[in-house]
């Protein structure tokens, strides 16, 4: 074979395999054209096996347009492959297409009623006034619900309480009754520990009252401090302080006004100026007034009946509603719907389990936050 | 307490308008509930001038009036038959609304003449109840003027509510001497009105039950005319609530309105024998003057004479001898009651009345004599009369009482420094009396006054509690102290974990029907007296309240229901106390997930459901839910076959869960499965504190093996008894077992089942060979065999 036939004969190969691969339309016909070229028998393995028997002159004259041909034959092979399959797969994607409009299945959504809420978020800001929760039994005895705090039993403030009485007395020859305030958890608390005291408890509490705005049960919170040397000055401030923390707003104003509470002397009521945005009563201000606490000097003669020296010891007490106050800051305006268990109320108004109070964000939750 | 402006003036010498002094009653802690004037809705009504009078071309019993009410000459047309040229009256223009009925007036044609208004009488007005006619006014009444400032009807009425402290305001006066200690104004003397008794009182009088009633006045006054009483009284009782009566009857009631200060009036006529303050025999009856017949016991005081009772001492008298009419001769009653007397009696009756909120506060003792005079004195002025002299039965407590009190403490329990002589002159206006060394006598009608405190709250609701300086409660350093129990910790954790496993928290009553705690094992504690039967029993289940709740949700057309509450069950300790037992309860209805496009029909719960979230919330609550024992014992109220209890140990219960009894979810008419659940805080053992630092660990190096075995086991043989037996073969080994498939059927003889389980193995230092594997496995097969469970081939 001349020179010159055998470069035309690798051309010629070159010539016809080229276009073939190119024009190649499925992997098995490109698999057929790697075996005729690159197989056993394939015609660049044959060529390349007369490279050996070539003398060294010849090699090194030949050897790179070999090599060239089989890498360009190659590669037109590979590329030629990895179209082939990108198109395989790009047509079976195709044929995979889902509607993405469809609904994926959906996880219940839960739900901390607003109750729970607002006493997380009571207790988060009490906490950093070094205000520690308490707690006692919400079916008490007399003496803790009224005697020891300075109501006896003829005294016309009973009266104000609608009691739910039941039969039977306790080992104390004491009634039995549920709670018509957290106050007692004040008894419990003086009579267990000692003072310095620094307490919120919250609770359920119980009055036979049912009307548009009054629910035979329904949460106090209880607050109370004793000490040395604490006045009325600390309790006004303790509960600005809160309801500005609460409500998240530095415009609170307060109005405090004398009055009357049989377990604290001097005792004071506590109303908020508030004003209506789009029906809506607004905590701020002082436009009008509403009464949101109640609160007093701790009566010596509690602090006496809880054994303690009232020359030494006094302090504050304060209580006010939890789902009034849930209802002031969330909007809610229907008491009674608090206890109805109502699906669509509950995943209204209640809040995400992760909503959990915190300082740094912010106690409440806000709508959209 | 309600009371108009004037009669406030009446004892207060003041410039304030109505606005002040609600400002000025607010701050020293007399609580307005409301302002009304009168005026208000008569504004429109001006006193007008009849110009003429003609009849009415169509109708025989109208007349077309002419009249002038300052704009000008005005047609009305009018049906009263005293309407007449010349007179002058009231007359409403179109747009006014007339109070009795609320109606707009407006111009119209009746019978073809037009009618621009309205000629009124005092009913239409709700002035009074004479509607036989238009109102006439004297001749000189001022064309054009309001009417109501002319008739002297713009006194606008306060509401007070009096805290139950402050008897001594239950009363105007005494509400005018707490304004001018205010600095509102100043107190008017009281006239001091002596009648004089020209004959000696003829009838007896005494007191037989000195602690009950230890002082009874009285006095006769003969020869009255029970007539109307005067306009003035009549405005100032109705400003205040009340309606007149009789002038007897309201010289009494405006004497209690004014001062506080309840008293009874007798008709002599009706009275035999001595009139005796004394205790009530058993069962003796009277009939009091609201029409109701009480039965009395010997706790209490009454006024009788030889026949009965006449009165349920400073409570309500008695309709037998009550003023009337006719009643020419009254014994007057002023007596001083124990008020504890006086509240256990009312409680007892559930009567009350204006004197027993009163007496039961406890009157001023030193009123009683002047309290007398003051009566007989408005009798003889309005009624006639002549006055017997005075009886007086028993003595008042009038042993004078002080406080010794520092003017340092006003500061220490008030927080605001008031000058020791501002604190003496508050307190000398308040009636108290200032002594050596700061001894402070109590005014007698101050009962309420008891210790220095009270001294202070006086000083500071006068001085006004807005003017305390807010003072910081001392602050520890750093940042806050974590306040939190424990259990406090563990119930805030569930709750946010039962929602964040999709449940919703309710909030239920906790008290039940009784039939419904029935349903519960019954509850421990039963009111006395329940607001109504389905509030009665104190729940001993969380489930009830629950249920009631997923059945409104389920008659509101929810398809959907998962609900969970945390609270407390209400059992009864040992020595009568309550144990408060904090407990989280769930219920599961309805479908668990809707119909689907991929899911297709909707799936229901079922007692499974129940199971996984106790146990990721067990889980949540730091419980080890893997060593956990289910055993049975639910509760009656649950499936008897899809039910069980998880269990720490064979008596420790920490929760029951399952598909709730038909029975039960039919006594809640909810149909289909219900599943329920209650995991009881109060069971879960408190984890001892042992700092944040964690158990040390490093992943293991080496990867886990796993082993399928399949056993036929008996039918009956919990799964769970395979899967811990093999667990607990070769723990050194073995770290987990998941049990994968359980079948019944085909291949499988009858009262059999084959359970299979894939055991995950993890090396430790180096890789299982296979001897170690088959050893393992001779293991496992062995523990299961050891249930009577057979490897399947």
Request: proline residues 6%; negative net charge.
């Amino acid at each position: 074979m001349s020179e010159l036939n055998w470069q035309e004969n690798l051309a010629d190969y070159r010539n016809t395999y080229l276009p073939k691969i190119t024009n190649c339309q499925d992997l098995e016909a490109l698999d057929g054209l790697r075996i005729e070229l690159f197989g056993k028998s394939g015609w660049i393995t044959l060529l390349l096996k007369t490279l050996g028997q070539m003398l060294p002159e010849e090699r090194t004259a030949k050897g790179p347009v070999i090599q060239d041909l089989r890498q360009i034959l190659l590669t037109a092979l590979n590329e030629k492959k990895t179209a082939l399959e990108t198109a395989a797969l790009n047509d079976r994607l195709a044929t995979e297409r889902l509607d993405m409009t469809l609904p994926a299945p959906s996880f219940p959504r839960g739900s901390v009623h607003p109750v729970s809420q607002v006493m997380d978020e009571l207790a988060e800001i009490f906490a950093d006034m070094g205000f520690a929760v308490a707690e006692g039994p919400e079916i008490e005895d007399d003496w803790r619900n009224f005697t020891a705090l300075n109501i006896p039993e003829t005294h016309p403030a009973r009266a104000m309480h609608d009691t739910f009485y039941f039969p039977g007395k306790n080992a104390d020859s004491r009634d039995m009754l549920l709670r018509t305030h957290t106050s007692p958890v004040q008894i419990r608390t003086m009579t267990s520990q000692e003072p310095p005291i620094r307490i919120i408890a919250p609770g359920r509490v119980y009055r036979s009252d049912s009307d548009a705005t009054h629910t035979p049960m329904f949460h106090q919170i209880e607050g109370l401090v004793i000490d040395k040397g604490i006045h009325l000055g600390h309790l006004k401030w303790t509960l600005e302080t809160f309801l500005k923390a609460f409500f998240e707003r530095d415009d609170v104003v307060l109005r405090l006004r004398p009055s009357y509470f049989p377990f604290t002397e001097p005792s004071v009521e506590v109303d908020v100026g508030y004003s209506i945005t789009n029906g809506k009563r607004v905590i701020g201000g002082s436009e009008s007034w509403m009464e949101v606490l109640g609160s007093g000097m701790v009566h010596r003669k509690v602090i006496e009946a809880c054994g303690l020296d009232p020359d030494v010891w006094q302090g504050f007490a304060f209580g006010t509603g939890v789902d009034r106050l849930a209802m002031l800051k969330y909007g809610m305006d229907d008491l009674r719907a608090f206890f109805d268990g109502d699906n669509r109320w509950l995943g209204h108004y209640g809040f995400a389990a992760l909503d959990v109070p915190t300082l740094s964000t912010g106690v409440g939750t806000g709508v959209g936050a | 307490m309600k009371f108009s402006l004037s009669w406030l003036k009446e004892h207060l010498e003041t410039e304030a308008d109505i606005h002040a002094v609600a400002d000025c009653l607010n701050r020293i802690g007399l609580e307005v509930e409301g302002i009304e004037n009168p005026a208000d809705v008569l504004a429109a009504f001006r006193i007008a001038k009849v110009l003429k009078a003609n009849p009415h071309p169509q109708a025989d019993k109208l007349q077309v009036l002419i009249v002038d009410a300052g704009d000008g000459p005005v047609q009305v047309v009018c049906g009263a038959p005293n309407a007449r040229t010349g007179m002058t009256g009231i007359f409403g223009p179109a747009g006014a609304i007339v109070p009795s009925n609320g109606m707009e007036l407006k111009v119209t044609a009746i019978r073809g003449e037009m009618s621009n208004g309205m000629m009124c009488s005092l009913f239409e007005l709700a002035l009074g109840e004479d509607h036989d006619g238009i109102a006439e006014l004297p001749d000189d009444a001022p064309k054009g003027e309001s009417y109501a400032l002319w008739a002297g009807l713009n006194d606008p009425v306060i509401d007070v509510a009096i805290t139950p402290n402050r008897q001594d305001c239950m009363g105007v006066y005494g509400i005018a001497r707490d304004l001018a200690a205010a600095g509102l104004g100043t107190l008017k003397p009281l006239k001091t009105p002596i009648v004089a008794g020209t004959f000696a009182c003829p009838i007896d009088i005494r007191t037989d039950d000195t602690d009950g009633c230890p002082a009874f006045y009285g006095r006769v006054i003969k020869g009255v005319n029970n007539g109307v009483s005067p306009d003035w009284m009549r405005a100032r009782l109705k400003s205040a609530g009340q309606k007149p009566i009789s002038a007897l009857v309201d010289i009494t009631n405006y004497v209690m309105l004014d001062h506080g200060r309840p008293s009874h009036a007798y008709d002599l006529a009706k009275l035999t024998g001595a009139v005796v303050a004394r205790r009530a025999k058993d069962g003796e009856q009277v009939m009091a003057l609201n029409d109701k017949l009480y039965s009395l016991n010997p706790d209490m005081t009454v006024i009788a004479d030889d026949n009965g009772v006449h009165d349920i001492a400073g409570i309500m008298g008695g309709t037998h001898s009550g003023c009337s009419d006719t009643t020419t001769d009254v014994l007057l009653e002023i007596a001083y009651f124990n008020p504890e007397r006086i509240a256990k009696t009312g409680q007892a009756l559930m009567l009350t009345s204006d004197a027993r909120s009163r007496f039961e506060r406890g009157v001023d003792p030193g009123f009683m004599g002047y309290g007398l005079e003051l009566i007989s004195s408005l009798i003889l002025e309005i009624c006639g009369g002549v006055a017997s002299e005075v009886v007086k039965a028993g003595e008042a407590p009038l042993t004078p009482r002080s406080i010794s009190y520092d003017s340092a403490y006003c500061a220490a329990l008030g927080g605001v420094e008031v000058d020791a002589e501002k604190q003496k002159a508050i307190l000398s206006s308040l009636g108290f009396g200032i002594g050596m060394d700061w001894a402070v006598t109590i005014p007698t009608w101050r009962r309420d006054i008891d210790g220095p405190a009270d001294l202070v709250e006086e000083v500071v609701r006068i001085v006004g509690i807005d003017n305390i300086p807010s003072t910081p409660l001392p602050r520890g350093e750093g940042v806050a102290i974590p306040t939190a129990t424990p259990m406090q910790k563990l119930e805030r954790k569930m709750r946010r974990a039962a929602a964040a496993l999709g449940l919703n928290e309710a909030i239920n009553w906790s008290f039940l029907p009784e039939k419904e705690a029935a349903a519960f094992g019954g509850g421990e504690w039963t009111l006395t007296n329940p607001i109504s039967e389905d509030m009665k029993v104190m729940r001993p289940s969380l489930l009830p309240g629950l249920l009631s709740a997923a059945q409104r949700n389920m008659d509101r057309g929810a398809s959907s229901v998962r609900l969970f509450e945390l609270g407390r069950r209400y059992f009864k300790a040992a020595d009568g106390s309550s144990d408060e037992r904090l407990t989280l309860g769930l219920l599961l209805a309805g479908d668990k997930t809707p119909r689907g496009w991929a899911s297709g029909k909707a799936v229901k719960f079922d007692a499974y459901d129940a199971k996984a979230e106790v146990m990721a919330l067990l889980g949540a609550a730091g419980v080890a839910t893997d060593a956990l024992m289910v055993m049975q014992e639910a509760g009656d109220h649950y499936h008897p076959g899809q039910s069980a209890t998880l269990r720490m140990g064979p008596k420790n219960i920490l929760a029951s869960f399952g598909a709730l009894h038909p029975a039960t979810a039919k006594i809640f008419d909810l149909d289909g499965a219900v599943i329920a659940a209650e995991i009881y805080l109060d069971a879960i053992p408190a984890k001892k504190a042992s700092g944040f630092m964690r158990p040390a660990y490093t992943p293991p190096v080496l990867q886990a093996v796993t082993r399928d075995f399949a056993f036929l086991v008996a039918a009956d043989l919990p799964s769970g008894d395979l899967v811990r037996a093999i667990k607990s073969s070769d723990k050194d080994n073995i770290v987990a077992v998941h049990l994968f498939d359980q079948f019944v059927g085909q291949g499988v003889p009858d009262g059999q089942k084959s359970l299979a389980v894939e055991v995950t193995l993890q090396p430790d230092e180096k890789s299982y060979d296979e001897p170690e594997l088959k050893a393992i496995s001779d293991t496992i097969i062995a523990a299961a065999t050891k249930l009577g469970a057979v490897l399947r081939g």
